[in-house]
């Protein structure tokens, strides 16, 4: 049977565009359907705007440090429209990159929403049909609000780069990176944050000790943090709401009118108006805008994947092997929408196996062991390997840790810390995990995470002379074990 294509990529981030070049580029004949934006979420709405976002935020603190160093500054006021604006020109920017690497690879681009009519076969929104031999689904994910009553007063994350313009006050419900990030990010930005978590600490599948220090930092930069706790009811605020608990509620959300909070988004309707809000511990508040960062599940609705025979999981994730192919043999699935491990040089890693697998002739499985990651709170956490939980109940372990107030803050009078922690093999030495709480941790667990992929002992760690005077030379110079595990 003759196909149109050799390749049809369903989705245009991150992960899909690689792919979609790499297989051009090799000689496939390819194409490529993208219903939004190119560059998916990372490039438009999550990891790129989100960065600059924390970039931002950090420099209301500047103005104090410099001040103890012997500047003469002081903190004028955040544009947020400047901001913005400029934030979208930069968006604008990376997308055009996005279409040019597919236009200068080979691959021809639609426009268009596409679906499954069979297993060789995608149907376009645009009314055409178009066959393929090996079909590529990388639609990414999206965020979700909890099924509650007016859960569609509350924000996610996408709406947050879509602000006209900053509120006064949020609620933050959620503990996770999304949660956290965005709290650090509003925080310095200027908006008065509380932040809900349900569980008894937040950023849940990380280190103990580190996410134990990034709460107590969050507290310490002003982020009204409660945990074991959740939202139980809200609603559009009324005066009532307000009139009855004005004693509860912070100064600057009860003192927020509705036409202040008015239009936070466009088109947004109830969005733009405040919101009352009832939590399990009893209180009850008004906040100016309420942001659900409440998980987010794979973009698989309507698709037709059921219909040919593609597997689908609790969550809405495509089941695949480990070389990223569903059930139905000419269909494969990377990134988000698979729900492995939701991170973009992951999807981007699975895309180039994907190549590798079907049109290079090597058979190569997708390598998700000992993956580096950060989360951009403030300070960042960067980490590889095993937490001293999970560690612990593989093995005996050997904990070497450190927490410390950084040079430059503390010269500034800052109660700042950060904490280096690594996890060792007792039988085999090997450093079973890399954790760092402290600003860059992000920039420094990548170098260490070539090291712990390697499979470096703590004695290969000591053995490396230290860059002093700098914070991360504590991870080549702890020399005494604090505890046993």
Same mark, same amino acid.
């Given at each position: 049977?003759?196909?149109?294509?050799?390749?049809? !990529? $369903?989705?245009?981030?991150?992960?899909?565009?690689?792919?979609?070049?790499?297989?051009?580029?090799?000689?496939?004949?390819?194409?490529?359907?993208?219903?939004?934006?190119?560059?998916?979420?990372?490039?438009?709405?999550?990891?790129?705007?989100?960065?600059? @976002?924390?970039?931002?935020?950090?420099?209301?603190?500047?103005?104090?440090?410099?001040?103890?160093? /012997?500047?003469?500054?002081?903190?004028?006021?955040?544009?947020?429209?400047? &901001?913005?604006?400029?934030?979208?020109?930069?968006?604008?920017?990376?997308?055009?990159?996005?279409?040019?690497?597919?236009?200068?690879?080979?691959?021809?681009?639609?426009?268009?929403?596409?679906?499954?009519?069979?297993?060789?076969?995608?149907?376009?929104? +645009?009314?055409?049909?178009?066959?393929?031999?090996?079909?590529?689904?990388?639609?990414?994910?999206?965020?979700?609000?909890?099924? @509650?009553?007016?859960?569609?007063?509350?924000?996610?994350?996408?709406?947050?780069?879509?602000?006209?313009?900053?509120?006064?006050?949020?609620? $933050?419900?959620?503990?996770?990176?999304?949660?956290?990030?965005?709290?650090?990010?509003?925080?310095?930005?200027?908006?008065?944050?509380?932040?809900?978590?349900?569980?008894?600490?937040?950023?849940?599948?990380?280190?103990?000790?580190?996410?134990?220090?990034?709460?107590?930092?969050?507290?310490?930069?002003?982020?009204?943090?409660?945990?074991?706790?959740?939202?139980?009811?809200?609603?559009?605020?009324?005066?009532?709401?307000?009139?009855?608990?004005? /004693? +509860?509620? %912070?100064?600057?959300?009860?003192?927020?009118?509705?036409?202040?909070?008015?239009?936070?988004?466009?088109?947004?309707?109830?969005?733009?108006?405040? !919101?009352?809000?009832?939590?399990?511990?009893?209180?009850?508040?008004?906040?100016?805008?309420?942001?659900?960062?409440?998980?987010?599940?794979?973009?698989?609705?309507?698709?037709?994947?059921? *219909?040919?025979? !593609? *597997?689908?999981?609790?969550?809405?994730?495509?089941?695949?092997?480990?070389?990223?192919?569903?059930?139905?043999?000419? $269909?494969?699935?990377?990134?988000?929408?698979?729900?492995?491990?939701?991170?973009?040089?992951?999807?981007?890693?699975?895309?180039?196996?994907?190549?590798?697998?079907?049109?290079?002739?090597?058979?190569?499985?997708?390598?998700?062991?000992?993956?580096?990651?950060?989360?951009?709170?403030?300070? *960042?956490?960067?980490?590889?390997?095993?937490? *001293?939980?999970?560690?612990?109940?593989?093995?005996?372990?050997?904990?070497?840790?450190?927490?410390?107030?950084?040079?430059?803050?503390?010269?500034?009078?800052?109660?700042?810390?950060?904490? &280096?922690?690594?996890?060792?093999?007792?039988? +085999?030495?090997?450093?079973?995990?890399?954790?760092?709480?402290?600003? %860059?941790?992000?920039?420094?667990?990548?170098?260490?995470? $070539?090291?712990?992929?390697?499979?470096?002992?703590?004695?290969?760690?000591?053995? +490396?002379?230290?860059?002093?005077?700098?914070?991360?030379?504590?991870? !080549?110079?702890?020399?005494?074990?604090?505890?046993?595990?």
């Amino acid at each position: 049977m003759a196909f149109d294509y050799d390749l049809f !990529v $369903i989705g245009g981030g991150s992960g899909g565009v690689r792919a979609a070049r790499v297989a051009a580029q090799g000689g496939a004949k390819v194409a490529l359907a993208e219903e939004d934006r190119y560059g998916g979420t990372c490039v438009i709405r999550g990891c790129v705007p989100k960065k600059l @976002m924390v970039f931002a935020s950090e420099f209301a603190s500047t103005p104090t440090e410099a001040q103890a160093y /012997g500047w003469d500054m002081s903190l004028g006021d955040f544009d947020w429209q400047k &901001f913005s604006g400029k934030l979208n020109e930069e968006l604008d920017r990376l997308e055009g990159v996005y279409r040019n690497l597919l236009k200068n690879s080979g691959v021809e681009s639609f426009d268009a929403r596409a679906r499954l009519k069979d297993a060789h076969t995608v149907e376009l929104s +645009t009314g055409e049909s178009v066959t393929a031999k090996h079909i590529l689904i990388a639609t990414g994910g999206h965020p979700v609000r909890p099924d @509650m009553p007016n859960a569609h007063l509350g924000m996610v994350s996408d709406d947050i780069f879509h602000l006209k313009k900053l509120p006064k006050s949020v609620l $933050i419900i959620g503990g996770g990176y999304i949660a956290c990030e965005f709290a650090g990010i509003l925080n310095g930005l200027g908006v008065e944050v509380t932040q809900y978590y349900r569980g008894a600490q937040i950023l849940r599948g990380f280190d103990d000790e580190a996410r134990g220090l990034i709460a107590e930092s969050m507290r310490e930069n002003g982020i009204n943090l409660h945990l074991g706790t959740n939202i139980l009811e809200m609603a559009p605020a009324s005066a009532d709401h307000s009139a009855s608990h004005a /004693g +509860t509620a %912070s100064d600057a959300a009860m003192g927020a009118s509705a036409g202040d909070a008015a239009d936070l988004l466009p088109g947004a309707g109830a969005r733009g108006e405040p !919101v009352w809000v009832k939590a399990t511990n009893g209180a009850e508040n008004v906040f100016d805008a309420v942001f659900f960062a409440t998980g987010r599940d794979p973009n698989t609705a309507d698709m037709g994947l059921e *219909e040919v025979g !593609v *597997e689908i999981g609790r969550r809405g994730e495509i089941v695949v092997d480990e070389y990223s192919q569903t059930a139905v043999p000419s $269909i494969y699935a990377i990134g988000d929408v698979t729900n492995r491990v939701a991170l973009t040089p992951v999807a981007i890693r699975e895309g180039m196996a994907f190549v590798d697998t079907v049109f290079n002739g090597t058979p190569t499985p997708v390598d998700h062991d000992l993956i580096p990651s950060a989360v951009f709170t403030q300070p *960042e956490l960067g980490t590889v390997g095993m937490s *001293e939980e999970e560690a612990r109940e593989q093995e005996p372990v050997e904990v070497y840790c450190t927490s410390f107030r950084p040079m430059r803050t503390a010269f500034a009078g800052k109660p700042d810390r950060v904490l &280096f922690k690594l996890i060792v093999s007792e039988k +085999t030495r090997k450093v079973l995990g890399c954790h760092i709480v402290a600003p %860059s941790a992000g920039e420094m667990i990548q170098l260490a995470g $070539i090291a712990v992929k390697m499979g470096a002992t703590k004695e290969d760690f000591d053995r +490396t002379v230290a860059v002093h005077p700098t914070m991360s030379e504590e991870i !080549v110079t702890m020399k005494t074990p604090m505890r046993t595990a």
